[in-house]
């Protein structure tokens, strides 16, 4: 099955520098990388998603690159702020209609003043 | 439009007890996933509904875990008897039926202690 790895396990950037997680995966046949915030107390919340046949999506601060040759993704948050701080989740998921979402480990960012 | 509607939010019981989660999808969203997070991880399916009937439970502790999608709306997990290391919370998700059916939506989960 598909094993989803997520580095780092935890990040602290001062407001207004740039975070970057990153995520590999090892089944070449997934198609669809999304990428989920989790706050304290909440379910995971969409905050971006790519497709295989995208490189790279923006959206506002932030942006997700997928590199299927290295089967790797990564996500970017610009200009960060301290709303920013939770827990992040890459995941990817496989072809076919009963492919499941697999997970990451998860990224804790902390945004600091 | 309303979210994923779960309850309740906590639940304390003993070893050996039962215990049940209920799930209201978003309206219009055919597929419901129940969802393990044990803590400092990500979540691990336990089971996906297409509608009322199931399209994956391969996770789902079947000797103890069952659920149900009446009517293919709401939906209930139970866990019979619990044991320790079902501490965790339960996080349900739905997603539309419709080609790309990739986004899925949770609910705020409901965290489960098994003492």
């Known amino acids: 099955g598909e094993n989803v790895e997520q580095h780092p396990s935890t990040l602290s950037v001062q407001e207004g520098d740039s975070a970057v997680i990153k995520c590999t995966y090892s089944?070449?046949?997934?198609?669809?990388f999304p990428w989920y915030k989790q706050e304290l107390g909440k379910g995971p919340q969409l905050i971006i998603d790519?497709?295989?046949?995208?490189g790279e999506k923006k959206d506002q601060r932030i942006a997700v690159t997928l590199n299927k040759t290295a089967k790797h993704f990564s996500l970017h948050i610009t200009e960060t702020q301290p709303e920013d701080s939770a827990v992040y989740f890459c995941a990817a998921r496989g072809t076919g209609t009963a492919s499941k979402l697999t997970f990451g480990t998860g990224t804790r960012l902390q945004v600091t003043l | 439009e309303a979210g994923v509607a779960q309850s309740p939010r906590y639940k304390i019981i003993e070893k050996r007890q039962s215990v049940a989660f209920w799930c209201n999808p978003i309206s219009g969203h055919a597929t419901l996933y129940w969802y393990q997070q044990i803590l400092g991880q990500g979540p691990k399916l336990l089971i996906q509904?297409?509608?009322?009937?199931?399209?994956?439970d391969s996770q789902l502790p079947k000797d103890r875990f069952s659920a149900e999608r009446l009517k293919g709306v709401d939906s209930t997990l139970k866990i019979q008897p619990a044991k320790l290391e079902d501490s965790a919370v339960y996080l349900c998700?739905?997603?539309?039926?419709?080609?790309?059916?990739?986004?899925?939506?949770f609910g705020p989960g409901t965290r489960l202690t098994v003492t």
């Open positions: 089944d070449s046949a997934s198609n669809y």
């Open positions: 790519i497709r295989s046949n995208v």
């Open positions: 998700a739905s997603s539309r039926p419709a080609h790309p059916a990739y986004e899925q939506y």
């Open positions: 509904f297409q509608n009322n009937g199931v399209v994956d």
